[in-house]
């Protein structure tokens, strides 16, 4: 039987003991090919680019999570991505959110921008700008929600009938919330990508990507490119991640509240010039975030009166590691303009210098913000 509900499935689906040894946790194939006993005969295993049973154990948990027909895994997030892109010819068009990872950014740009692909930014929040940034040669409309690292929400559903309208298809990424609390490809999404890195993974002990769709035309077109290409994880990459997805829901929960209390702290906070939440009742993203997503996440962003006053307050954390990355069982602090956006400096996506982002973990609330009180001063 298939579970109804995502922690069961997290925990089953695609993981019934080995019929070896009885092995109740998936083991680590790890192994580059596998024996054959004719020339001839079929075979669902042969060599590991191609596919590995501890690959496909998560790749089966993820997509069920996400709702979706098949999961593709990959190295990293950016392989994901550059995967996925690939599907895409010169010419061809991308309407990409004014709010995104840098190095999602970054690829479109100089990676693909030179190979010819085209690309357009614009506030997906906003139907006319969105209507008017969609072209004939647009195929894909990527979006981030919530973005990085400005927490902004596009409601998925509206993206998706204007997109589909326009014959274009919708990529999410959906590492912000992941298939714990959001459900991209039930919204009307075309594609779901994540950087299994992030809450997924969860233990920041991994780096991994994903790439979930129904569509059979990308299920194929993708489906050629992981083995034509070879982006692939290895095996103890995928154990990790499988690991990381059996306690995803119960982590989300708590990344959740503690961001929420966390957040709260903030607002109330005189050093504090500006909360990005989703939680909070005057996001402008609020109600959409609280219809298409079960909780808000475990990301907080917010503004200080100067970068000097950012760099001061995320040098002086104690619990707080100051690092890139995000969604580990500890908790990060970083400053997006230096560090993970650094990329989009100059652009129209350049964030403030003076922007703090929280990676809010599962240490104790109380902990966090009596941390975050001493840093302020």
Same mark, same amino acid.
């Given at each position: 039987?298939?579970?109804?509900? #995502?922690?069961?499935?997290?925990?089953?689906?695609?993981?019934? =003991?080995?019929?070896?040894?009885?092995?109740?946790?998936? =083991?680590?194939?790890?192994?580059?090919?596998?024996?054959?006993?004719?020339?001839?005969?079929?075979?669902?295993?042969?060599?590991?680019?191609?596919?590995? /049973? %501890?690959?496909?154990a998560f790749e089966?948990?993820?997509?069920?999570?996400?709702?979706?027909?098949?999961?593709? *895994?990959?190295?990293?997030?950016? @392989? !994901?991505?550059?995967?996925?892109?690939?599907?895409?010819?010169?010419?061809?068009?991308?309407?990409?959110?004014?709010?995104?990872?840098?190095?999602?950014?970054?690829?479109?740009?100089?990676?693909?921008?030179?190979?010819?692909?085209?690309?357009? &930014?614009?506030?997906?929040?906003?139907?006319? +700008?969105?209507?008017?940034?969609?072209?004939?040669? &647009? #195929?894909?409309?990527?979006?981030?929600?919530?973005?990085?690292p400005l927490l902004?929400?596009?409601?998925?559903?509206?993206?998706?009938?204007? *997109?589909?309208?326009?014959?274009?298809?919708?990529?999410?990424?959906?590492?912000?919330?992941?298939?714990?609390?959001?459900?991209?490809?039930?919204?009307? +999404?075309?594609?779901?990508?994540?950087?299994? &890195?992030?809450?997924?993974?969860?233990?920041?002990?991994?780096?991994?990507?994903?790439?979930? %769709?129904?569509?059979?035309?990308?299920?194929?077109?993708?489906?050629?490119?992981?083995? @034509?290409?070879? +982006?692939? /994880?290895?095996?103890?990459?995928?154990?990790?991640?499988?690991?990381?997805?059996?306690?995803?829901? $119960?982590?989300?929960? #708590?990344?959740?509240?503690?961001?929420?209390?966390?957040?709260?702290?903030?607002?109330?906070?005189?050093?504090?010039?500006? $909360?990005?939440?989703?939680?909070?009742?005057?996001?402008?993203?609020?109600?959409?975030? @609280?219809?298409?997503?079960?909780?808000?996440?475990?990301?907080?962003?917010?503004?200080?009166?100067?970068?000097?006053?950012?760099?001061?307050?995320?040098?002086?954390?104690?619990?707080?590691?100051? !690092?890139?990355?995000?969604?580990?069982?500890?908790?990060?602090?970083?400053?997006?303009?230096?560090?993970?956006?650094?990329?989009v400096s100059g652009?129209?996506?350049?964030?403030? !210098?003076?922007?703090?982002?929280?990676? $809010?973990?599962?240490?104790?609330?109380?902990?966090?913000?009596?941390?975050?009180?001493? +840093?302020?001063?």
């Amino acid at each position: 039987m298939t579970p109804d509900h #995502r922690d069961t499935r997290a925990i089953h689906v695609g993981q019934d =003991p080995e019929q070896a040894f009885g092995a109740v946790s998936v =083991p680590i194939y790890q192994n580059s090919t596998f024996a054959q006993s004719d020339v001839a005969e079929p075979k669902v295993w042969d060599y590991g680019r191609s596919g590995n /049973p %501890t690959r496909d154990a998560f790749e089966r948990a993820l997509a069920s999570l996400e709702g979706g027909e098949r999961c593709f *895994a990959f190295a990293s997030g950016m @392989a !994901a991505e550059t995967t996925l892109l690939l599907t895409l010819r010169p010419g061809d068009h991308v309407v990409l959110a004014d709010d995104v990872y840098g190095g999602t950014y970054r690829l479109l740009t100089r990676v693909l921008g030179p190979w010819g692909l085209e690309l357009t &930014t614009c506030d997906l929040a906003d139907a006319d +700008a969105l209507a008017d940034a969609i072209r004939p040669q &647009t #195929r894909y409309v990527w979006v981030e929600t919530p973005s990085n690292p400005l927490l902004k929400v596009v409601d998925i559903e509206a993206v998706a009938a204007l *997109a589909h309208a326009s014959g274009a298809q919708v990529v999410v990424d959906n590492t912000f919330a992941s298939p714990a609390l959001q459900q991209p490809l039930a919204l009307g +999404a075309d594609v779901v990508v994540h950087s299994v &890195t992030k809450y997924i993974g969860g233990h920041s002990d991994l780096i991994g990507g994903a790439v979930i %769709t129904s569509d059979p035309g990308l299920i194929e077109a993708v489906g050629f490119l992981v083995n @034509a290409v070879g +982006a692939v /994880p290895g095996p103890m990459d995928a154990f990790l991640a499988l690991r990381g997805l059996r306690t995803l829901g $119960v982590r989300m929960r #708590r990344h959740s509240e503690t961001a929420a209390a966390i957040a709260a702290f903030l607002v109330d906070h005189a050093m504090v010039n500006q $909360v990005y939440y989703p939680g909070l009742p005057d996001h402008p993203g609020h109600a959409i975030a @609280a219809g298409q997503m079960a909780a808000f996440g475990g990301m907080v962003s917010f503004l200080v009166d100067s970068a000097d006053e950012a760099s001061r307050i995320a040098r002086g954390t104690r619990l707080f590691v100051l !690092a890139e990355s995000l969604g580990g069982v500890e908790s990060l602090i970083e400053l997006p303009g230096p560090m993970t956006h650094a990329s989009v400096s100059g652009s129209d996506l350049e964030v403030p !210098a003076e922007l703090v982002r929280l990676s $809010v973990g599962l240490e104790h609330p109380g902990d966090l913000i009596a941390d975050l009180e001493q +840093a302020f001063g």
